[in-house]
């Protein structure tokens, strides 16, 4: 007969093989994430069409995707092509991958001009397991427009952003406009929304704070003539901003203001962008505007050159957004199993030794 020690370590074994099987993750950390739109089987076009969160590491390997559901209630997809959308941010606790797009199946005919009140959108996230979920929706704002990105504050709280509406409130209250400017990228820095706009005074705007309802007063931070996604360093001293019509810009924080050091890649127009900044010359990852290339730069200066990562043919796939992966966090189902049968299997040993 085993002893009650034996019963008590093979048990926790068993839960804790448990709790790997359950929470087994789908993102490795530091890896890149890549919005692709398209699944290569057709042309991309004006319909609704199939959405994938593709894995890569830093160095270009593939590893593996994640295919959004494109039927059924929970069903999201993009416009095939409307290069605009697509945009991805992590939620502020770095938990959440956070995209937008059509609450409709993949085929719906001019999915961007659709009504909301027949088209819902709706913003979604993705966990580090993979586990994906239509977080918010609207049936009234980006009606007839497009709607380009998301983002939270990880605790229930979701803006989106787009045409025709702006930067819109779709937490657990009621669907507020904050700002009507029309906005591409919308994100949660430091407890502060910011965003990018292609209309008007173009650039990087901040909404003070994370208002759920009201009518904000954004203020310009960083002058720029075709933005698209944007990065701060954790300092707020230095950022890079995706500029659509060619480059990636770095400004620098000194002197009162910001300014524009030099733009890298010159050349190519870029859209989504992730920068690692822990080490002293920071790691810029970017999607190519064409959709085609997923591309790597050392800033070590002004001269710094770009390197392909990965390609697709922009015709039947297409990199849009782009994040570094969610972190990983412990399922609460599997923190409770495990800790309410070490609870139970040590009170069952208590009471072995006082009898």
Request: some cysteine.
């Amino acid at each position: 007969m085993k002893t009650t020690r034996q019963i008590f370590a093979i048990t926790a074994l068993l839960l804790s093989s448990l709790a790997t099987s359950h929470a087994a993750q789908f993102f490795d950390s530091g890896n890149l994430a890549v919005f692709q739109v398209g699944d290569g089987s057709a042309p991309l076009g004006s319909a609704g069409t199939a959405i994938f969160l593709d894995q890569y590491t830093t160095s270009g390997s593939f590893v593996n995707g994640l295919a959004i559901p494109s039927t059924g209630s929970s069903a999201l997809v993009n416009s095939g092509s409307a290069a605009s959308e697509g945009q991805l941010s992590l939620s502020a606790d770095g938990q959440y991958l956070v995209f937008a797009g059509y609450n409709a199946a993949a085929g719906a005919t001019k999915i961007a001009s659709s009504l909301s009140s027949a088209v819902p959108r709706g913003i979604a996230t993705v966990d580090a397991y993979g586990n994906y979920t239509l977080a918010a929706t609207t049936d009234s704002f980006y009606s007839g427009n497009n709607m380009r990105g998301g983002t939270s504050d990880g605790n229930g709280n979701f803006w989106g952003a787009g045409a025709a509406s702006g930067t819109v409130y779709m937490g657990t209250g009621t669907p507020a406009q904050i700002s009507s400017v029309n906005s591409l990228v919308v994100q949660d820095i430091g407890g502060n929304l910011f965003y990018s706009t292609a209309k008007g005074t173009t650039g990087i705007y901040e909404i003070s704070g994370t208002p759920t309802s009201g009518t904000a007063t954004p203020t310009l931070v960083l002058a720029n003539t075709a933005p698209s996604d944007f990065a701060f360093n954790p300092g707020m001293t230095i950022a890079y901003v995706a500029n659509t019509s060619g480059g990636i810009q770095r400004y620098d924080l000194g002197g009162g203001g910001w300014t524009l050091s030099y733009t890298l890649d010159s050349g190519t127009g870029i859209n989504g962008l992730a920068v690692n900044f822990s080490s002293p010359d920071p790691l810029i990852y970017a999607t190519t505007a064409s959709g085609k290339k997923l591309i790597e730069i050392t800033d070590t200066g002004s001269g710094s050159l770009a390197n392909t990562l990965a390609t697709v043919d922009g015709s039947t796939k297409a990199f849009l957004g782009l994040e570094f992966t969610p972190q990983p966090v412990p399922e609460p189902s599997t923190c409770a199993l495990i800790g309410l049968g070490l609870a139970g299997l040590w009170s069952f040993q208590r009471r072995k030794r006082k009898s």
